[in-house]
């Protein structure tokens, strides 16, 4: 001992016990040798007494344990290690022992239950079963096991990936670590990227269907404003035509309300009173159902710039949500005024006049805690829907600069207020069919459609007009064309294109190329694809108008007027 100097408040301790009991049993504590060097030892000391019984020394043995110590050490640094990253872990974890008692549970696991569960069966508090499932009866929970699983208790409705790792106890017993990594949302991102994929797929093959449809559809359209032109309005031909007309307006609306639902796009936009497209497309959604509408709405309401399609397409979301609200019947009431913008409004710096509209139904109202969700794709609270009809909404709204709101109580009935900004030009009033058709016009113009009853239409609506007509079935023969009436001195006032040719050239390309034959080229887009990008922001592309088959003779002829005015 002699090359030992053991640390000194340990040393004073021990003398402490010596000189109050005479000895100590198993002491352990740190000692330093001369060189510096710790060691831990252990032992049993006494005093050392003489005949007379005075104390001449101390005596004992003392045991090197360095390696045994180092190792407690490094197993209580170890557990706190464990403790701290199992206490810091999001998943949640607990141990349990051979027969099913838990043994520890970190923070996120006492959360999960409700409670600290140490001590009990694991099967009766963790998973809320009178007895061990299959699963542990198997011994797979003392295994290296990892299996996806929806919990269902009581206490836990969501899904889990399951680890369970088995651990050596010092007895050479067996422990078991399970470890549950909450799985709900990644499963559920990939239902919604699934439905996202469905819904691409959806889009693509109504996108094809519609412009086949609009095709048709404006062959019909164009074939009744032509037949209702001949007509006069005191004969009965001429309400039956109107009638047609206006479904077949109707059809096109649902056309662009397929192609928003299955890919949304950017609205092509024109100057419109709105108030038409309120109470036409109330009346649409509402025919033949008990539910009525009151209106009322400012007799100076502004006119606003939107896609009227889009639009009357956010009045029927609106309306037959507050219709299936009231399964019994009831009123809707649609309030429509001018504000302006002020410093308390949330979006007054968007814009300084708007127009109001509120949607207001007596039904049975939406919960408060759900109302920051009824706009999110996907979310509904009903049996069967989509839940894309508000999302779709919103998205609507939002493309035209607008905002929309709601506010419900439980019991009270929803009500929807919409603010689009007001349009400070003045809304051109439309010409009468028959005036517009008896005016003579002049000038060369290049129709370029695959559809040959297209072709044929625009051939005699616009030979009828008293311009002269060159067709083109594809952008090649296009060119060609345009530029051999260039070389002949008989040059195109203006070319229509179709956007989309199946197998050839479109107009997206074909624009370019008569642009680099004559840069002063008036160039026109058509096409039944009215949700493309292409049509939305045509001036981008080179075009100087635009026009969404089906079109009405009217709008066609005044859109042809203005660009050939400039």
Same mark, same amino acid.
């Given at each position: ?24 049993? @198993? ?9 510096? %060097? ?39 640094? %170890? ?19 051979a027969d099913y008692r838990v043994e520890y549970m970190n923070p996120a696991m006492i959360k999960q239950v409700g409670g600290d569960a140490t001590g009990d069966h694991c099967y009766k508090t963790i998973h809320g079963f009178d007895q061990p499932c299959s699963w542990c009866k198997k011994g797979n929970n003392f295994q290296n096991h990892t299996f996806e699983s929806e919990i269902t208790s009581p206490k836990d409705q969501r899904s889990y990936l399951i680890t369970s790792s088995p ?31 469905? /819904? ?22 164009? @074939?009744?404003?032509? $037949? ?44 419109? %009173? ?8 109330? $009346? ?23 896609? %009227? ?75 069967? *829907? ?27 009935? $929803? ?27 002049? *000038? ?27 067709? $083109? ?20 006032? /203006? ?16 624009? *370019? ?54």
């Amino acid at each position: 001992m002699s090359e030992v100097y053991i640390d000194p408040q340990k040393r004073d301790q021990l003398l402490a016990a010596l000189k109050k009991y005479g000895f100590t049993r @198993n002491f352990t504590t740190q000692f330093k040798r001369k060189d510096g %060097s710790l060691w831990w030892g252990s032992g049993n000391l006494q005093l050392y007494k003489d005949k007379s019984g005075r104390v001449i020394g101390i005596e004992g043995v003392v045991r090197d344990i360095t390696q045994q110590k180092m190792m407690e050490i490094f197993l209580q640094q %170890s557990e706190r290690k464990f403790r701290a990253m199992m206490e810091a872990m999001s998943d949640s974890v607990y141990i349990c022992s051979a027969d099913y008692r838990v043994e520890y549970m970190n923070p996120a696991m006492i959360k999960q239950v409700g409670g600290d569960a140490t001590g009990d069966h694991c099967y009766k508090t963790i998973h809320g079963f009178d007895q061990p499932c299959s699963w542990c009866k198997k011994g797979n929970n003392f295994q290296n096991h990892t299996f996806e699983s929806e919990i269902t208790s009581p206490k836990d409705q969501r899904s889990y990936l399951i680890t369970s790792s088995p651990l050596q106890n010092e007895d050479g017993s067996l422990s078991s670590m399970i470890v549950f990594r909450d799985t709900t949302e990644r499963q559920r991102m990939a239902k919604e990227l699934s439905k996202v994929r469905k /819904l691409e797929s959806i889009g693509v093959l109504a996108g094809g269907i519609a412009h086949d449809f609009n095709n048709i559809l404006a062959a019909i359209l164009g @074939n009744i404003s032509l $037949a209702l032109s001949w007509s006069k309005p005191n004969d009965e031909i001429y309400k039956l035509l109107k009638e047609s007309e206006k479904a077949s307006l109707r059809a096109k609306d649902l056309t662009q309300q397929l192609l928003t639902f299955a890919k949304g796009g950017e609205p092509i936009k024109k100057i419109t %009173s709105i108030e038409e497209v309120i109470k036409d497309s109330a $009346a649409f959604v509402l025919r033949g159902s008990k539910i009525r509408c009151d209106f009322s709405l400012a007799e100076k309401l502004k006119p606003v710039e939107i896609d %009227s399609g889009q639009i009357s397409q956010v009045v029927q979301n609106l309306i037959i949500n507050a219709s299936q609200a009231m399964p019994n019947g009831g009123v809707i009431t649609i309030t429509g005024q001018n504000c302006k913008g002020h410093k308390s409004d949330p979006f007054a710096g968007q814009y300084g006049e708007f127009i109001e509209i509120v949607f207001k139904d007596q039904g049975i109202g939406i919960a408060k805690e759900l109302l920051d969700q009824i706009f999110d794709p996907y979310f509904t609270t009903k049996q069967r *829907g989509s839940g894309l009809g508000l999302a779709i909404t919103h998205s609507i709204i939002a493309k035209h600069g607008g905002h929309i709101m709601v506010a419900s109580e439980p019991g009270q009935g $929803a009500e929807f207020t919409i603010y689009l900004p007001a349009c400070q030009d003045k809304l051109s009033p439309s010409a009468p069919l028959t005036e517009t058709a008896s005016q003579k016009a002049s *000038g060369r113009i290049m129709i370029m459609d695959d559809e040959e009853m297209i072709r044929e239409l625009m051939l005699r609506i616009l030979s009828r007009k008293g311009y002269q007509v060159v067709t $083109a079935a594809d952008g090649d023969e296009a060119i060609q064309l345009y530029q051999e009436a260039g070389e002949n001195n008989a040059p195109i006032d /203006l070319v229509i294109m179709d956007l989309t040719i199946p197998g050839g050239m479109g107009g997206k390309e074909a624009v *370019g190329k008569i642009l680099e034959l004559d840069p002063k080229a008036r160039v026109m887009i058509s096409s039944g694809y009215a949700n493309d990008p292409v049509m939305a922001n045509y001036q981008e592309y080179g075009f100087m108008a635009t026009v969404s088959k089906p079109f009405q003779i009217r709008e066609l002829l005044a859109t042809i007027k203005e660009v050939l005015s400039r």
